[in-house]
T-cell receptor, first 114, second 113 residues
């Protein structure tokens, strides 16, 4: 079945460091891909999305490119801040009869220190 | 617009007791989802509704979990009887069309002792 694999965490970085969180997927057809973020004590928020191959999603300095040839959707940010500390989830949409359910990876915890 | 509302925020029960969670989706969103997020894992779909009909409940443990969405708006998820491994955050989400407009509620954190 469809699945998402994320790099294991936690990821610990200093402020202004470069961030990469790897995500690869297995899916039939052409899913949409998402990154969600969960800040401490808060709910899941959509960070960015891409709906077709070679699309680049971007938001708040984060970006990810839908790579069909490598089935990947890696999250990157050039300079992280302490406020980026959170859990990041990669997800894909699995089409079913009426709409899309999301399939999530296990999440990667990012901790940024000043 | 108002977000997805869930209640209660927290619930602690003993094993073998029953519990119910409530969700009010964003107005006009036809599709409603219940997810279970166990600590340290990503959310897992339990059930998906389109209006008041069930689209996918393949991962719902039907011997103890049940859900309904009367009139295609609010939804309740019930666990009876609860087990220790049901301790998790239960997330409700709604969407207006495939792949887009997905909004999550803040979740209900259930602890079974």
């Amino acid at each position: 079945g469809d699945s998402v694999t994320q790099m294991e965490g936690p990821v610990t970085l200093s402020e202004e460091a470069f961030l990469t969180i790897n995500c690869t997927y297995t899916a039939t057809g052409y899913p949409s891909l998402f990154w969600y973020v969960q800040y401490p004590g808060e709910g899941l928020q959509l960070l960015l999305k891409a709906t077709k191959a070679d699309d680049k999603g971007s938001n708040k300095g984060f970006e990810a490119t839908y790579r069909k040839e490598t089935t990947s959707f890696h999250l990157e940010k050039g300079s992280v801040q302490v406020s980026d500390s959170a859990v990041y989830f990669c997800a894909l949409s699995a089409f079913n009869q009426a709409g899309t359910a999301l399939i999530f990876g296990k999440g990667t915890t990012l901790s940024v220190s000043s | 617009e108002a977000g997805v509302a869930q209640s209660p925020r927290y619930k602690i029960i003993e094993k073998r007791q029953s519990v119910a969670f409530w969700c009010n989706p964003i107005s006009g969103h036809a599709t409603l989802y219940w997810y279970q997020q166990i600590l340290g894992q990503g959310p897992k779909l339990l059930i998906q509704f389109q209006n008041n009909g069930v689209v996918d409940d393949s991962q719902l443990p039907k011997d103890r979990f049940s859900a309904e969405r009367l009139k295609g708006v609010d939804s309740t998820l019930k666990i009876q009887p609860a087990k220790l491994e049901d301790s998790a955050v239960y997330l409700c989400a709604s969407s207006s069309r495939a792949s887009y407009g997905y909004t999550f509620g803040s979740g209900t954190r259930l602890t079974v002792v």
